[in-house]
């Protein structure tokens, strides 16, 4: 039997369509999608997340959704893109109002507020830093230049975070998805890897490499940059209290902006976004 589900394609971290970061949400008010199912769609869409929005169990007292979180190859607990994106999904479909509601994911209950012409805010506890040792002169070898102060951050996706000297030298990287990949598998439980630099205003410009995912690059990566974030504040380079604009997807051409906020115990992630396609999915 084929059933049919509210479907949107939405660009995020941008107010310009076919910038950003697209993720596809399906909304499934009747839980009738399985894992598996899921899982083959977001396979199929090809983007670096795909998203199934469900209803919160009757006896809830908090208003918000469920949500699970596909790349095309696995299931994630958090990402920030896809939870931006949600979120002006659900305030779009009335499955929320605007205000203060709460995303249930692998992660927990992710706290967000916000509205579709002001945009979201998403809050976070700080990305954990893993007793993992990278190995710099490893990652130097596969990037073709020296990255500062690699680490392995948690913020449910786990990333491998380093500096790069210049903005110049962050976009002249192209590093071989296979040789990234045996890297990132060596230093396991690493998602991916987030790299920056600062500009001569000091925001950072960020690029994010996922290919165990198969995300040869990720156009604006969310929990990136709130590991970015975290980095930052671990180098003393920046504190709580402290707000930035990181640019990310020039790459890539998708020119996003992602804005940041360090908390004394997380961070505030927002922006903006912006709907590409609305429709009707039928599936399976």
Known sequence: M????????????????????????????????????????????????????????????????????????????????????????????????????????????????????DGVSVRVARPELLDVQVSGEQLERVLGLAAESPMLLDVGPRWIVAAIESVDALYAIDPDPMELAAFESAHSPASGTTLYALDEQGAPHVRSFAPLHGIREDPVCGSGNLCVGEHLRLRGSRGAGDTWAARQGRALGRDGHVQITLLEDGALLGESATILIEGTLSYP
């Open 2 to 117: 084929t059933h049919t589900f509210p479907f949107l394609q939405i660009d995020v971290f941008t107010r310009q369509a076919g910038y950003g970061n697209p993720v596809a949400v399906v909304l499934d008010r009747e839980r009738v999608l399985d894992g598996d199912a899921m899982q083959r769609f977001a396979h199929w869409t090809n983007l670096s997340e795909t998203v199934f929005m469900l209803p919160l169990d009757a006896t809830s007292e908090v208003k918000g959704y469920e949500l699970r979180i596909f790349t095309p190859s696995e299931e994630l607990p958090f990402a920030g893109h896809p939870t931006v994106g949600s979120a002006h999904a659900a305030l779009h479909w009335g499955v929320v109002l605007p205000g203060e509601f709460v995303q249930r994911c692998g992660l927990g209950a992710i706290p967000i507020s916000g509205s579709l012409e």
